[in-house]
């Protein structure tokens, strides 16, 4: 875990590349079923005008132009060395498999581009993209990011996301039996959800053995159905307390081996209604650092509690009892 108390993906990209690897944002122009008519409209009552959190990217270059773009502001800011092609607007297996091929071919020619992520739905992933997919895992550093969100069927429904558990479960199954890395993503804080249903997306994450996630805090952004809500006072965005603790319980509850890809999400300063306190983004996190550390606590801890027998003196000889091996070293 490095330096850390959770399975940070940045750690991975050090151990893979030996340097400094930087996520570029794209929109390749998808939309997404949920927007076009096949399912809906308006998409999920959340999600903007240019998809749930993609902000920040060089809109009206072709795929090659926005990751020079992008490659720009990150070797200026970070000095990052080597870069992630990620297709993050909207549904990015949605179409034919000739136009994923070429743009996927666009993003991996780009100098220095050394992966791909692509974000998409459960339900936009049929036989001949998972063959595409599969074809791409290996050949490259590439993960799939498929949207969870709540494992509350009631949730997915209030939210218009367009799909039930079921629909994740037998997509991200279908994945690892290819051998394709999916990471989930997952909001905490939906209406009307309880901090139990919130963790119990946890041991989903953990029985199914995906190898990824990214939580993301519920944002109130402009001209969403969510922002309607918001303001009739109908539903209610959490404190940064009640976030970080919660972060904090489900990194408890997580596989150790599951890479933490994201821990709060971006909202967007120019689109953000609610809430402020996350548009402080290194805040958010160096809080939830603090607060494993006052815990004395990490990533699985309540997951790797080992149950030792009772053995009473009149039992006769104690057993050997051969412990797995668990690294304690934990950052001071």
């Known amino acids: ?13 050090k151990r893979v590349f030996g340097c400094r690897v930087h996520r570029i944002s794209i929109d390749a122009g998808f939309t997404c079923p949920n927007r076009d008519g096949t399912l809906g409209t308006g998409g999920c009552i959340y999600c903007g005008g240019h998809g749930s959190g993609s902000f920040g990217i060089a809109r009206g270059l072709d795929v090659a132009g926005q990751i020079e773009d992008g490659k720009e502001v990150m070797i200026r800011k970070y000095k990052a060395g080597k870069f992630i092609a990620y297709f993050q607007s909207y549904s990015n297996t949605y179409g034919s498999v000739d136009l994923l091929r070429r743009l996927y ?13 692509v974000a998409t739905r459960p339900d936009c992933l049929p036989s001949e993209i998972l063959d595409l997919l599969e074809s791409y895992s290996g050949k490259t550093y590439f993960w799939l990011e498929l949207g969870l969100q709540s494992v509350s069927d009631r949730t997915l429904n209030f939210i218009k996301r367009g799909h039930d558990l079921a629909t994740f479960v ?11 890395r999916v990471s989930a993503h997952v909001i905490l804080g939906l209406p009307g959800e309880s ?9 989903i994450i953990n029985d199914m053995g995906i ?11 402009k001209d969403t159905q969510l922002a309607e809500l918001y303001e009739h006072g109908e539903v209610r965005v959490m404190e940064k307390d ?3 603790g919660l972060v904090c319980d489900y990194l408890e509850m997580l596989r150790p081996e599951v890479l933490v890809q994201r821990m709060t999400g971006d909202g967007g300063r ?35 509690t080992i149950s030792v027998p009772n053995f009473s003196a009149a039992s ?15 950052p001071v």
């Open 211 to 221: 190898e990824g996630i990214k939580l993301h805090l519920l944002h109130v952004m």
């Open 242 to 244: 009640e976030y970080v």
């Open 170 to 180: 037998e997509a991200a199954s279908r994945c690892k039996e290819r051998g394709i």
């Open 316 to 330: 006769g000889p104690h057993p050997v009892i051969n412990f797995p091996s668990i690294s304690t070293s934990l």
């Open 270 to 304: 120019d689109y953000l209604i609610a809430p402020l306190w996350s548009l402080k983004k290194f805040e958010v996190l160096n809080a939830i650092d603090a607060e494993l550390k006052r815990r004395g606590s990490f990533q699985g801890r309540s997951i790797l």
């Open 105 to 117: 071919d666009e993003a991996l020619s780009v100098r220095d581009v050394v992966g791909l992520i």
């Open 195 to 203: 901090r139990e249903e919130m963790l119990s997306s946890a041991d």
């Open 1 to 13: 875990m490095g330096n850390k108390r959770y399975n940070p993906f940045s750690e991975e990209l």
